[in-house]
């Protein structure tokens, strides 16, 4: 584990306008509960195996800002961090990790890849803040792609300032990575979904805490189509449909490529 124990961070706990929307737009694109009650399988687990670390690190503004906070080197907190993709990036620099995951076969995905290349490595199993303390302070803290997974956003935000000496960096996207699935819902369940929250929602929610990132827009490179079957189970389906959503799949747009970095120095 890192050393000492994340300090209280600016606002935390605090609820203004901003926090109120991103909740309420979160909250509006759950799944309802009959639906998930006829789900063949549980539509938001993620296989581990997918979430390993690429050996060559993708050159993205994200890594240039960690790469700037360590300023040649430091200890990194990854908070969801899946299989390290953020926290592995930065190799060289990167002095000790520690990984803050709630599934538990990711951090062994992380731990191992930590191993693989020489990293002195903690992991914290556990739903974030609720882990902060457990997971201590580190001069950055990097937090990809969970943002949308997050309902009480500003304890969130909060609990990730504190736990950094120098700063924070945020990778999203601009609006809930699976809101290019909304038209199958509609056309599936019947369910419209409402407005996803976007990074500027998430920007407004740092403003309430006093915080004002420095924000990078840029693009991620192109990614191949999902496959049908994985589709198929987020919708809540049995696999026999499989057929019929990679049909539905041809007409609709593809995911886009729009990325977001967020910035701050603590």
């Keep these: 584990m890192t050393g000492d124990p994340a300090r209280p961070g600016p606002g935390l706990g605090r609820t203004g306008a901003a926090a109120r929307r991103w909740a309420e737009l979160q909250s509006g694109r759950g799944i309802p509960p009959e639906i998930l009650a006829g789900a063949p399988a549980d539509p938001w687990t993620h296989d581990p195996r ?6 060559v690190a ?3 503004p994200s890594r240039d800002a960690a790469l700037e906070l360590l300023d040649g080197a430091g200890t990194v907190l990854d908070v969801g961090c899946g299989g390290g993709d953020a926290a592995f990036a930065l190799l060289g620099p990167l002095t000790r990790v520690t990984g803050a995951d709630q599934q538990a076969d990711m951090l062994d995905v992380f731990a191992a890849g930590a191993r693989e290349r020489g990293v002195a490595c903690a992991t914290v199993h556990g739903r974030w803040p609720d882990v902060a303390a457990r997971a201590g ?4 803290v990097v937090c990809h792609h969970v943002l949308h997974n997050v309902v009480d956003l500003a304890p969130f935000l909060g609990a990730l300032t504190a736990a950094a000496r120098r700063g924070v960096v945020v990778e999203m996207l601009p609006e809930h990575p ?14 419209h979904r409402p407005p996803s929250a976007t ?4 920007i407004a929610v740092l403003g309430e805490l006093g915080v004002v990132p420095q924000v990078r827009h840029w693009q991620r490179a192109r990614r191949h189509p999902h496959d049908p079957a994985w589709v198929t189970r987020r919708l809540c389906l049995p696999p026999e449909r499989s057929g ?22 603590t």
Aim: glycine share 2%; no cysteine.
């Design 50 to 55: 997918d979430f390993r670390a690429p050996d």
């Design 58 to 60: 993708a050159d993205t």
């Design 137 to 140: 302070a580190a001069d950055v």
């Design 178 to 191: 699976l809101a290019w699935l909304d038209p199958l819902w509609a056309r599936f369940h019947d369910l």
């Design 199 to 202: 990074h500027r929602d998430a």
């Design 244 to 265: 019929e959503v990679d049909a539905a799949l041809a007409e609709i747009p593809m995911r886009g490529r729009d990325a977001v970095t967020l910035l701050w120095h």
